[in-house]
């Protein structure tokens, strides 16, 4: 009689840096130790407070590439929130991998500060 076994091994998760913020965009590293099987990336975002992720997809080559890590923008977003993602790697033989740790930020207020001298009598 012959048995047959299954062994799952869990995916490492890509780990998440954002490395720069405005007040409608932010810029995400992502280092990704399965790099080499990973075809896009999903980077799904919130406010905090909402329910419902937005969801975007990042082809590797869209992203910028430097030394082992990957760089790409979420752009659109609101001045002066508090925003949570998570980015998944898609590997090439079509299967999602693991969601990173969940990351948390907030944009900068939006406008410039005006600075006005009076001068008294």
């Not at 969801?55 to 869209?62: F, G, I, Y």
């Not at 790409?72 to 590997?91: C, M, W």
Request: glycine share 6%.
């Amino acid at each position: 009689m012959l048995k047959t076994s299954s062994f799952f091994f869990p995916a490492p998760r890509p780990l998440v840096a954002v490395t720069r913020i405005t007040s409608t965009m932010s810029t995400l590293r992502i280092v990704d130790s399965q790099g080499n099987k990973t075809a896009q990336y999903y980077v799904r975002y919130k406010r905090r407070k909402d329910v419902h992720w937005n969801q975007v997809k990042w082809s590797k080559l869209s992203l910028k590439l430097i030394g082992k890590t990957y760089e790409g923008d979420i752009r659109g977003l609101l001045p002066y929130t508090n925003y949570s993602l998570e980015i998944a790697p898609y590997y090439f033989d079509n299967d999602l991998g693991p969601y990173s740790m969940p990351l948390t930020f907030m944009t900068d207020e939006d406008g410039e500060c005006l600075i006005i001298f009076v001068k008294g009598k």
